[in-house]
């Protein structure tokens, strides 16, 4: 292992992002912070295999916001985050993808700020990137786009946001990146198709990249709702418009 990693000191919290999915995108500091703790409070995405290598004396609590069903407060993690750093525990709050992307971990870190608590975030690989590249998808190519969105489905309340500038979205940027956009898939396209892109332009689904499980779906944005009826794509699940799909026939390099 790398020499002098910071040590999980008693009484503070690692925010730590598991990458999105195969174990072996976890950094070093997140599998040390892993090895440390002696609390690890995680979200519903992080793998099994993830959570394994947890040290064999660590309580592991499943505490995760998931879309649609019944799930803990926001308020009720923080507050567990912080009883348990005032209790004296070594605390990691661990989450899929990175920790400040689309995951409240901004809210988590802001509510420890304010609590006085010592807090550290280990940044780890978003879906948006990682799992995009695992379905052979880069999220840049010289030849496509020199500008990258992610948006996020949800707003606050888990509408679609209708809040920003979809056309100027739609105008302005190349290759946008949907996170939590699933459920939303057709409103999503409607948007778009109305803030003037391309029918023909290449859009995929990419549901559950870098594990096991992983499945793409390619198509146009006038062909998705279509393509989804006949091949129906599970959660969790990214969109991604633009040409840089139209580079996975020759870079699809990775089979489950
Ligand atoms: N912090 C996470 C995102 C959390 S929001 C990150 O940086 O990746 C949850 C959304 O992330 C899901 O709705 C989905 O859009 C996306 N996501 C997370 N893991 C994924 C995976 N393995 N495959 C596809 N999408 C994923």
């Given at each position: 292992?790398?020499?002098?990693?910071?040590?999980?000191?008693?009484g503070s919290v690692w925010l730590v992002g598991a990458g999105p999915g195969e174990p072996g995108l976890l950094t070093v500091l997140a599998l040390h912070a892993l090895t440390q703790a002696e609390h690890i409070v995680h979200d519903a995405l992080v793998?099994?295999?993830?959570?394994?290598?947890?040290?064999?004396?660590?309580?592991?609590?499943?505490?995760?916001?998931?879309?649609?069903?019944?799930?803990?407060?926001?308020?009720?993690?923080?507050?567990?985050?912080?009883?348990?750093?005032?209790?004296?525990?070594?605390?990691?709050?661990?989450?899929?993808?990175?920790?400040?992307?689309?995951?409240?971990?901004?809210?988590?870190?802001?509510?420890?700020?304010?609590?006085?608590?010592?807090?550290?975030?280990?940044?780890?690989?978003?879906?948006?990137?990682?799992?995009?590249?695992?379905?052979?998808?880069?999220?840049?190519?010289?030849?496509?786009?020199?500008?990258?969105?992610?948006?996020?489905?949800?707003?606050?309340?888990?509408?679609?946001?209708?809040?920003f500038d979809w056309e100027a979205l739609a105008r302005g940027v190349e290759v946008i990146v949907f996170y939590m956009g699933l459920g939303k898939v057709e409103a999503l396209v409607e948007r778009l198709l109305a803030a003037g892109r391309r029918p023909?332009?290449?859009?995929?689904?990419?549901?559950?990249?870098?594990?096991?499980?992983?499945?793409?779906?390619?198509?146009?944005?006038?062909?998705?709702?279509?393509?989804?009826?006949?091949?129906?794509?599970?959660?969790?699940?990214?969109?991604?418009?633009?040409?840089?799909?139209?580079?996975?026939?020759?870079?699809?390099?990775?089979?489950?």
């Open positions: 292992m790398i020499a002098d990693l910071p040590p999980l000191v008693p793998d099994e295999r993830i959570l394994r290598l947890a040290h064999p004396a660590a309580v592991l609590e499943g505490m995760g916001k998931r879309g649609g069903e019944a799930s803990p407060k926001q308020g009720d993690i923080t507050a567990r985050l912080i009883a348990l750093a005032q209790a004296g525990k070594k605390v990691v709050r661990l989450k899929g993808g990175d920790p400040f992307v689309f995951g409240r971990g901004a809210e988590e870190a802001l509510a420890l700020a304010d609590a006085g608590i010592v807090f550290r975030v280990v940044p780890g690989i978003s879906a948006g990137i990682g799992g995009l590249a695992y379905a052979g998808i880069p999220a840049t190519a010289k030849q496509c786009n020199s500008t990258l969105a992610f948006v996020t489905g949800h707003d606050q309340d888990g509408d679609m946001p209708s809040a023909d332009e290449p859009m995929a689904v990419v549901s559950r990249a870098a594990t096991a499980h992983q499945r793409v779906l390619e198509s146009t944005l006038g062909n998705l709702v279509a393509d989804l009826v006949q091949s129906p794509m599970t959660a969790p699940a990214l969109i991604v418009l633009g040409g840089v799909v139209g580079l996975r026939a020759r870079l699809n390099w990775w089979q489950p």
